[in-house]
């Protein structure tokens, strides 16, 4: 029984496998993260296969014991890795049977590394989910808790970068929980649909060995078993699935970046970005640069790439596995690990910036905010909403070529626009008023914004 | 009260806007598609705007009838849409105001087109899952009754596009089941999630008059209206989530359609197309080709593109609106539309299609599929699993050499690997035993696809 | 000779195509665009075909003809194209064949519509190449103009979006005009590249029948014929470079416009747009919204999700023509479109914009973006730059705790820092005095910049 | 001259980084690989402030001896990196400054990261082309060989993977021949376009003090130094076309792989790849899987997603250097190598990989691929090509029904299908007649196809 592999698959092979072809194959290198999860997987199944008298009560705990021993070493940095066993499965098998001899040659009964690495990528994504559902709830906190802190702050609220209605600063931030809300949801509904155990399906088509897919799946937080054994071997949607949930996360970060980068310039100058998460210049010595927030920005175009490399990768791939689906683990593994980092920096940014108060209000005082606040005024009046439209941009255009503020013109100045303008126009005209008069469910009434930040503090 | 511009936004300009800036900013060419869902949403909102006293009984009926009459002549191909007016929300608008006059003047109050077209594209968006979902399900069904009518059919199941174990033909069917059941529910999920009303965040700071948002979002079947005016104009999330769901459909169906034509190659030759899903050669006389599936195949770059596009769009895109957004058109409706033709011709492809049963099980010979069962086999002897698959290994190098199925050689031949093969071996080798002897849950055991098969037609 | 199919390829069909299907494969709806290639190549062909004798003089003049009067046709409206003819090739064979009789019979010989597609897809984008290579250098040439006539402005140059060092405003110009350049040079490249002729390659062995690929290639305008005929009908990469290098080009055009829509915020307030190239708000009647420069940073997402089409489409396609490749028009035309027309809008803006001088010069006022003069000024006097690096921070540190620009501080607040400081510092203090300093190749220093701007007069 | 930052540009800050700052910020894990370019890139720059006097000699022998030995404990891994210096620049600016004091302070004198790190990078990405060039050659060479070995075995060409028309395998080979050459081609004009030095442009504006870009341009073998100072900082045009060429390659190799991993098929049973480059199944005795090539499909996309990633990132980013532009070194690295591995593996696999003769052969037997060759034939006779093509059809759909092959029917069969059809009908039908009667420029003759692979030999 001997051949010229060294594989724990070699028995037909006559030859050892090329060194390159072994470089160019081994994934332990990076696979050896799931060793966790690999180990757990194992030990469950081996409780399976003991409940089915597939394997002694004996066989079953030297089993268990070694392969925790083996997670302690792995733990410590103790194991040697060895690309020859090619990846974290192999290599934890082969330890195994190093170690315990006849009862590790038994661990791979009714199990192919087909449905073993689904089952362990699964359990992996799974507990990835749940720490960004975390991180999330931990960064909406942070945007929640400056709500609160700068809730009556005004400033300029912009479309296409222009200014365009004022509103409340903490009505803004807000918006970004809404986000991130979504986010969270969608990482919750991602984990139910990955949520079934493909344990039991072996190589593609099942075992003819009286297994019980239903205790593996149990015994793992799986909320079912497979039904179908060629998909749960072909399947990675859930890995598509992540990677995407990821992708909406850093685009909206990239979104709360941009805003904050653009707010963080001299011209703009509304936030003060605290020093310790700026970094200086190697050759001007004045500079104190946002480079956090670029970086997270920045790091958007590696999150989509890793989705279009999934994508790319599952295109026209014939079930059931193919070796492709090996190149899955890259993607997924640095799409989680740079969102958790831009979410967690994030945070503690959101945490140490504050808003420049008075640079906020005195911004609100360009570019005619209140315009669409005195067209409403004529409404009021009974002036048809186009009509009234007219008149103030008209009234707009007036203004501007005589470089005044609306509030600054007389009822005259501005009847000879309208005449149903009258002295109580004051009294919708300039940022606060505004702010003060919108009354609609979702505005940025203070009042509003208000119950607003007392519902999610409830939420969250 | 004139202005030079010829626009309803025109007040504040005094000359017109460039030819070149019209083409190049319009919209209309590609947004008329969205002229059911704006009537519907204006009709709405004027209902609202006479609920809350904003506009009179009368203005409201003008308003109604009117926004029917043109809805009758956009359908019918007579409504002259002008590039001038951008969009169709303001080629509507203007209409309504020629037509009507003063009630015309008057929707627009308490609205803005980033609450019109944020409500019209979820409107479109929301009728497009349900339409999908639909499609979806009867590809499952024409996938289904292939199952049941073809459930004896034994084939090759396949691993790196090699010969692993013989499977049922129905098992492969109802794997493809399964994936589109994601995609079902994928877009059920995202439904609700879009399901928040934007209309009454106005331009992006909601309005100081007394609208109703509750109102607007329950007749418009919204399950809530928004709670953050800002989000509620700057969200797109939904929109590139239905892409994505599209992703995923039509690479699940680039996945059967390659799978499906490396089955319909002369050497593979396990499936007959219908000629009617076929075409010819110009050149070549003889060519029947598979083209349907292949365009199949080569649509999923555009769906793939498209959602690349929109994320590339949303992309350190600050809040709220930006004009950026009205390319959020062309990626929706474009993966909708491939997508929606794909799964239809799919169907209809799929229920034209039978297997070439003698090929399929000649096929089954080949590639020692059943040496997994003789290592089973061992191990239900007592053998350990490792131990057992080196000696099955040696087995099949000695029975490739000598050019041997498995079921052919004898059973002292066998013997010589290892001691404990005896005469009842052969009930377990050969394609039709494997299948037989496949017991666990999942498997492509008959029993248990018949089962899945009645599961599938009570769900669907 | 009958045969259940009306097509031309139809002899070896029993029945008919499938309606479904006939929607579901024909092109004509969008590689009609093709037309005019399509009729090149096929009178090219006629021509060498009677160079061979393959047909008769009055056969070449018939097809000649006729296939002008096609075109005519096709230009001015009046041709009916037809589904059942599948796409623009057949379509207009058919046609041919239908006025013609037996000569158009014989157009096909030696020919396939698989080298057929490639030589006119690659007609077309070497035509298309040629314009965008032009509107590059309109966009260039309106960059320059705007170059030299504000050629003495300063504004602050930017790193990180803080203020950086003072640069010339034209100096920011022709960085963009380098980036084009490359741009046009990668596409001139590109078209070199694809200049090779696939006719002749037939389906994908090329022909038994005499032809002569030299002089339907020299005839084309080719550099040569094709070298290997299954990689001739195999080959997109001509597709995917163009589409590629419009990627690039809208990547630039992008960051311009990202640049421009910051400069024409109200902060910023350092661009002057002509209100042609702006739109207003349905709304807000203040707005004068930067469209035109928005889509142009919206229509990016197009382009890249495009390129991504192309190459998920090519990736793991076998060899040689498969009909996925039918699907590469769309990326292809609407590429080149999204592209033409956005370079085209963009450089009539760039024509009609002015800088707001005032505001750029007082804009250099902030951000001490004199500090690295003052770095280098103690270099010049011996300090090594790391100490005087520290101590000009430590300046800058100081004068901002004063809220003073480095010039108003005395040499004594300055000498405390560092004693190397004298009266002559104030030379190097001041936006105006660091853009005259300036003196390293490539800097922005006016004399330097002038020269740029002559180069390039002579170049483009 | 103290200040509360540890840090080189550390001068105008009062208080120290966030240590999470520090791990999110730092890149000095990834771009340590930039070592040998950064310290040849500083020798250089040194040398040219020794030129222009602004460091002594013996300052700049310090300098130079010191780097010397600092890449030379890179090398060995004796180098300590430190991430609170950020980046492999500031690590070894800093580890001189340690060194040797004073002279080390001098180094960064007119000089910039922002113009190093462009240096540096594009030293690199220099140096990776030349080297895929070199690899791209490798695999030319190995196609070559085995077209060449292998020049007279004669299978069956697929459009549609449908039988289409005979060909011989190496005219196949030598089609991806013509791919490489074209990715060989576009390296080298990437290679071009790339080569000209930023170093000069300092922080975006360039200096004041009195260097020489010429100088360091020429030592560093860049054909020209920069011309603009604001580009040269902001340009990553050749990081994306870099990426751009190598996911044309991988593109290339994937359909390589695909067609080789169809071709191994137990259906096909076209290719025997060598045992060294396959693995076997951890569950499945006998399986003989084609790993390598599917990992080679696999690695598809990584690349396309790195391609996706750069772009993504320069969409919309303002010029001149921001932070973002740190993230471009993972998807330039990953890609470089996983193309490199790729293309070195492949090369070795090809080498190693021989055809099965007889079943190409017997192959060329189904599918009617005579039935064009004799379309010709009808041709010749002065049959219009159109008609013969439905002769020919009719002929086929005669013989499949009868299950025969056209050289076994009769003449008189044939002719009642087309009565110029005569005894020498024989001369063309039957796979090795088509192959022989090939005549055309590039077709797949015999003649010309060793034509071919002389003219490679003579280039590669």
Chains 1, 2, 3, 4 share one sequence.
Request: aromatic residues 8%; contains cysteine; hydrophobic residues 40%.
């Amino acid at each position: 029984m001997t051949n010229g592999s060294e594989k724990l698959w070699g028995g037909r092979f006559e030859g050892k496998t090329s060194p390159a072809v072994e470089d160019f194959t081994e994934s332990v290198s990076f696979d050896y993260r799931l060793f966790r999860e690999d180990i757990l997987g194992s030990m469950v199944h081996a409780e399976m296969l003991l409940k089915k008298n597939l394997i002694s009560h004996s066989d079953f705990v030297e089993i268990r014991d070694t392969l925790k021993d083996i997670e302690k070493e792995i733990e410590a940095g103790s194991f040697e890795f060895d690309k020859k066993h090619e990846d974290i499965h192999m290599n934890i098998e082969a330890a195994l049977i190093d170690r315990v001899g006849e009862p590790g040659l038994k661990l791979h009964t009714a199990r192919s590394r087909n449905d073993q690495v689904a089952c362990d990528l699964k359990l992996w994504t799974r507990k990835s989910i749940d720490s960004v559902v975390e991180l999330l709830r931990d960064c909406q906190k942070a945007l929640l808790n400056r709500a609160e802190a700068l809730s009556d702050i005004i400033m300029p609220g912009y479309t296409h970068l222009q200014h365009a209605q004022p509103v409340l600063f903490s009505h803004v931030l807000l918006a970004y929980v809404e986000m991130l809300e979504r986010d969270r949801r969608r990482l919750m509904e991602c984990r139910c649909r990955l949520n079934v155990c493909p344990l039991g399906a072996c190589a593609l088509a099942g075992s003819g060995l009286p297994i019980d897919p239903d205790f593996t799946a149990e015994k793992l937080g799986f909320d079912s078993p497979l039904n179908n054994s060629i998909d749960a071997v072909s399947d990675r949607d859930f890995a598509v699935e992540f990677v995407y949930c990821l992708s909406m996360i850093i685009m909206h970060l990239s979104r709360l970046a941009e805003e904050w980068l653009i707010w963080a310039s001299h011209e703009f100058d509304l936030l003060d970005l605290d020093e310790s998460f700026c970094t200086g210049s190697s050759i001007m010595p004045q500079k104190k640069n946002p480079d956090v927030l670029e970086l997270i920005r920045g790091k958007t175009g590696r999150v989509y790439g890793n989705l279009m490399d999934l994508l790319t990768t599952l295109k026209g791939l014939p079930l059931s596995y193919n070796r492709d689906l090996q190149e899955d683990k890259f993607p997924l593994f640095e799409a989680r690990d740079e969102v958790g980092k831009s979410l967690s920096v994030f945070t503690q940014l959101i945490s140490s910036t504050s808003v420049k108060t008075k640079q906020a209000e005195s911004a609100c005082e360009k570019g005619y905010m209140d315009a669409t606040a005195l067209a409403d005024y004529l409404v009021c009046r009974g002036v048809p909403f186009r009509e009234s439209h007219q008149a103030v941009g008209a009234i707009v255009r007036h203004a501007a070529s005589m470089d005044k503020k609306l509030c600054d013109m007389t009822i005259d100045e501005m009847r000879r626009f309208h005449e149903l303008i009258s002295e109580d126009v004051y009294d919708v005209l300039g940022a606060r008023n505004c702010i003060e008069n919108y009354c609609s469910k979702g505005s940025s009434a203070p009042r509003l914004v208000k119950e607003q930040i007392e519902l999610w503090k409830e939420k969250l």
